[in-house]
């Protein structure tokens, strides 16, 4: 059971950015954020077809329960110079990181692509994130970054650790939550 009166003052009125919206992690989030009052709820996931999918379903329940109306971005974490442009833009006052690579049978094979999203993505979204003042910054995480024992894991354990790292910055404004 969610604290709703708790969610609330922390969502509303806020710009609030997901990455990995089109996930099944990212697109919940989404779907519960979008029954509070926040002024704008940027989705962001590379992969379209799924971004339009949680996008349609969105803005029917916008239609019909007068929640928030999504703005879906097509972008990769990867991509540093499209996300600080995303960044600039919406000017995001929470980041919810839920973009990442789960699938351990087929990512095995690709661990490179792995460690690119769930490391590389993580560092460059985190980093713009205190560089554009963001409130907070939450990561979500796996229980396979415990004692990892594949690819997937070792690299969100990473991820973890670096996220852990820059909430002991102290000229940081910016607060660094990971969940699992």
Known sequence: ELDNTNILGAVEGKSILVTGAAGSIGSEIARQLSY???DKLILIDHAESPLYDIEQELIEKYKSRKTVKPICEVANVKDRY???VLFDTY???LVFHAAAYKHVPIIEKAPYEWIFVNVFGTRIVAD???EYGVEKFVMVST???VNPTNVMGASKRLAEIYVQGLSKEIANATKFITTR
């Open 91 to 93: 000017k995001p006052q």
């Open 143 to 145: 229980d396979k970054a």
């Open 128 to 130: 713009l994130s205190m």
């Open 36 to 38: 509070y009052n926040v």
């Open 82 to 84: 499209r996300m600080n």
